[in-house]
């Protein structure tokens, strides 16, 4: 039998459209009036942002067409390229669809459009000066109709434009990558339509050419980076015609940005295009709407606020007198660059920002694309305040754009290559979201949608098969980008802080301590004091430190107490301020100053170990000195060490250096997480290997000699148990073993015991190196045996008296140190013990009985058994690598969760 025929209301369902009824009646209304039958109308709909919308757009637009004489060319369209950019514009932009139904005769543009141009090639400028009729290649274009026709003229001309950029836009297979150019290309239509304004307000006043008149677009204009519909920002500046007085040139300039702007702005047949934003200007609102070029830059020398020399910015001649454009951009170019040198700068553009996001409405802070945590605003002004403060001596930085901006931040190194890119991805992908919105009714908004409708629409405009993968990119970049903006946050401020005297750097700065408590440190005072003395001096040390201290504040902030690491960097660089290699190192490497921030700041462990060998440090440039030394290498170091030495105090302590070092570098490796829990549990066990057989050796050789021996007449072997047996310890473990002995001798026993206990002293005693803590209570008898026991009395034991408990600590028995002949015969022996071929239901039942007694009577008093990793609930072989990090980051020996 077949399979059942799916109907066309399933299809067109699944094709995205909400009501398929409806939608069928839409279909069949475009036949009637267009004779075009869709073959798999499913198929055509689901590439349409809204179907539903795009549908009824098309039966508007054939209705309209068929009205005006132009339904052949519509219908000519069906099945092309061109047509495919008609039906993704009608289902993308309302507006633009209703733009195109009220002028119907520009549905031809679709075919006439060559195929492959670029936008930055159509001559926006000439086409909307040709549609009022100016000459686009004069100085001062006039046009030859005004007022409110040549108002319409320009506004239709303006959107015709703007029908091709959306075109292209919502055709893109890869919006994001053409969004740069898309914005360029509406920043360019909006000079267009600036500089066509001002030919009509020419064309309306008489006196015009008393002045000449330029328009310098600022903001995303400015920068080419504009949006669908956004208030675009401009400043007015007029110099006289030749043998005109100044008055009479800024009254009639006046005029004309007036009327200029009114042709974009106000009421008409065609709606207006977007609002014309002057208050950028000197003063503001109180200011005078033109100046001259000398008015305004006595203003920026002498008045303006640290605001307005970041605006100045992106300061861009898009209209009007093309010289004096220029000469503004020009004269006022260097006074961007040295603006950082006023006092406060930094300061005062960080509270710039903070007073942006304090009037963001609290309901509106986490759908906000623009303004809100992790938007478009914390990428710009990051941006821009890194260019600002460095732009003055790289003038490589000296850009307008965004985007190009943040490439040349990589490129110099201020920015990191992973930051810059994950900025520039999600940048582009919040300026889609952005475009999207704006586009769909030809709007200005910043909000993502909160409807399901309106959130299915700009997820599938925007590229995403679901809207809970559109949600979960979004919560993403708005994570990355808040996290970046705030590591970025303290570059400004340090080389600020660095300049004051050091009076001036002990005032109590407000300011500067919250910023600090705001990136995570508990103490911003402490914090500031410590930073003060490590940047303060004119010594080349000092200097370093300047430039190290604005990333390290960052990277402080990401570990579990910045304060601590900050505090334990202090320390660290005063220990090794007389060496040369320290600083440098940090300096220049790409990784070393970051780890460091971040095991200082994560792991009292970690810093106790350096803070003991500060050589350490060197491991943190190279992924490969952190690895973990194998068994077979750090065997080899201890061997050279043995044979160097005679003196058995000076190679314990070598021995027991050894381990030091290579356990700080395991858990350093582990804070940054370069190795596994289970790894690190191994490597810290064959540390305790090492140690072992190496003070075997050491031991040996002093028995031997107090008792006038050349040779011990035994075998003798150390057998690790419990969690060192299973190579699973933690830094701070106490290693449980059994020591086990063979041999005639009549004395066998006594030098065992004598072997054993000089053995435990090596490791244990007090000395300049870390000792290791010997367990042997899990051998036969427990703490009532012998310490040292013979292979047959083992043997012996193991068969007759013991426990089911103690075949289950065999488990993990594993021979670390001795006679190999003897460590094997004991394996043999255990084997039968601890893998019997049948446990009786008695054993079980002891086995749970002492689980439970542990449970019950070690737990520490006050302790809640859910936060003990050892003995709580839900103990497992997870809970040995839960402790190691605990106590690699406590720096102490603990099995107890923190408390949240």
Request: aromatic share 6%; proline share 5%; with cysteine.
């Amino acid at each position: 039998m077949g399979a059942r025929e799916v109907s066309l209301t399933t299809l067109l369902r699944r094709a995205g459209v909400a009501d398929p009824s409806r939608a069928e009646g839409l279909i069949g209304e475009i036949l009637a009036v267009t004779g075009i039958e869709f073959d798999d109308p499913a198929t055509a709909v689901s590439y349409l942002a809204d179907p539903d919308a795009g549908l009824l757009q098309l039966l508007r637009l054939a209705e309209s067409a068929r009205d005006a004489g132009h339904l052949d060319v519509l219908v000519r369209l069906a099945g092309t390229a061109a047509g495919a950019r008609l039906g993704v514009l009608l289902g993308g932009s309302l507006a633009l669809g209703d733009f195109l139904v009220r002028h119907p005769e520009l549905i031809a543009d679709f075919e006439r459009w060559p195929v492959g141009e670029e936008l930055a090639a159509v001559d926006v400028r000439g086409d909307l000066l040709a549609a009022v009729g100016a000459d686009p290649e004069a100085d001062a274009p006039v046009a030859s109709v005004g007022g409110a026709a040549g108002h319409a003229a320009m506004r239709v001309a303006y959107r015709r434009a703007l029908l091709r950029i959306a075109a292209e836009d919502l055709f893109a297979r890869s919006p994001a990558t053409l969004m740069p150019d898309v914005s360029a290309a509406l920043a360019d239509l909006a000079g267009a339509a600036l500089e066509a304004g001002l030919a009509i307000a020419r064309h309306d006043e008489p006196d015009h050419a008393a002045t000449r008149l330029a328009i310098i677009a600022m903001g995303k204009c400015g920068a080419r980076e504009l949006n669908y519909v956004s208030d675009v920002d401009v400043i007015y500046v007029a110099e006289p015609a030749e043998g005109v007085e100044d008055d009479r040139s800024l009254r009639v300039a006046t005029r004309l940005a007036v009327a200029a702007a009114r042709a974009c702005s106000s009421m008409g047949v065609e709606p207006a295009l977007w609002e014309v934003d002057p208050n950028l200007r000197p003063e503001g609102r109180d200011g005078p709407l033109v100046r001259n070029l000398a008015s305004h830059l006595a203003y920026y020398e002498r008045w303006a606020q640290t605001w307005e020399f970041q605006a100045l910015l992106k300061a861009r001649a898009v209209a009007g007198d093309r010289e004096v454009g220029e000469r503004y951009v020009e004269q006022t170019r260097p006074l961007v660059w040295n603006a950082v040198e006023r006092e406060g700068f930094v300061e005062s553009a960080q509270a710039m920002r903070r007073r942006v996001e304090e009037h963001v409405p609290l309901q509106e802070a986490g759908r906000q694309i623009k303004l809100g945590p992790g938007g478009l605003r914390d990428v710009e002004f990051t941006i821009q305040l890194l260019q600002l403060v460095h732009g003055r001596a790289d003038e490589s930085l000296r850009v307008r754009g965004t985007l190009d901006a943040l490439a040349r931040l990589r490129a110099g190194g201020y920015v990191g290559r992973p930051q810059a890119a994950t900025m520039d991805r999600s940048y582009r992908q919040l300026r889609v979201w952005e475009h999207r919105l704006q586009l769909r009714k030809l709007t200005r908004t910043h909000l993502m949608p909160a409807a399901d409708q309106d959130r299915r629409v700009l997820a599938r405009a925007s590229g995403f098969a679901t809207v809970e993968y559109m949600d979960e990119v979004w919560a993403d970049i708005r994570r990355d980008v808040r996290a970046m903006h705030l590591e970025m946050f303290y570059r400004p401020i340090l080389p600020v802080v660095a300049r004051l005297s050091a009076d001036e750097a002990r005032l109590d700065d407000a300011a500067a301590r919250a910023r600090l408590g705001a990136v995570g440190f508990v103490d911003p005072a402490g914090a500031y004091r410590h930073i003060s003395a490590l940047t303060e001096g004119m010594s080349r040390s000092a200097a370093i430190r300047r430039q190290l201290m604005p990333a390290m504040i960052g990277w402080f902030a990401q570990g579990a107490d910045p304060d601590a690491g900050l505090l334990a960097f202090r320390q660290l660089s005063e220990q090794l301020s007389d060496t040369q290699w320290y600083l440098k190192l940090l300096r220049d490497s790409g990784t070393a100053a970051q780890r460091l921030a971040r095991v200082l700041s994560t792991s009292p462990y970690v810093a106790k170990a350096l803070l003991a060998s500060g050589e350490a440090v060197t491991w943190l440039d190279r992924d490969e000195d952190l690895e973990p030394r194998d068994y077979a290498r750090l065997w080899g170091e201890a061997d050279a060490i043995l044979r160097r030495s005679n003196d058995p105090v000076q190679a314990a302590v070598a021995l027991r250096g050894l381990r030091r070092r290579e356990l700080a570098r395991i858990a350093a490796a582990d804070v940054l997480g370069m190795v596994n829990a289970a790894d690190a549990a191994m490597a810290v066990s064959h540390t305790a290997d090492m140690l072992i057989e190496g003070g075997l050796r050491i031991a040996t050789r002093v028995v031997a000699d107090a008792r006038g021996l050349e040779a011990l007449p035994i075998r003798f072997s150390v057998v690790a148990m419990g969690r060192y047996g299973g190579l699973e310890m933690g830094y701070l473990s106490d290693a449980d073993v059994q020591f086990v002995w063979d041999g005639d001798s009549p004395d066998g026993q006594a030098i065992a015991v004598q072997l054993a206990q000089e053995l435990r002293s090596i490791l244990q005693r007090v000395g300049p190196q870390p000792p290791l803590s010997i367990d042997a209570d899990l051998r036969p008898e427990g703490r009532g045996g012998p310490l040292a026991r013979s292979l047959a009395s083992a043997t012996d034991y193991y068969k007759r008296w013991s426990d089911p408990w103690e075949a289950q600590a065999l488990l993990r028995a594993r021979p670390v140190a001795g006679d190999t002949d003897l460590s094997a015969a004991f394996v043999a022996m255990v084997d039968g013990v601890r893998y019997p071929t049948a446990l009786p239901a008695s054993a079980l039942k002891q086995m749970r009985t002492l689980k439970a007694r542990m449970e019950a009577e070690r737990l520490p008093r006050g302790i809640d058994p859910r936060r003990h990793l050892k003995l709580g609930p839900g103990d497992s072989p997870t809970s040995s690598g839960w402790s190691s990090s605990c106590s690699c980051a406590t720096g102490t020996r603990t099995r107890s969760c923190a408390r949240p």
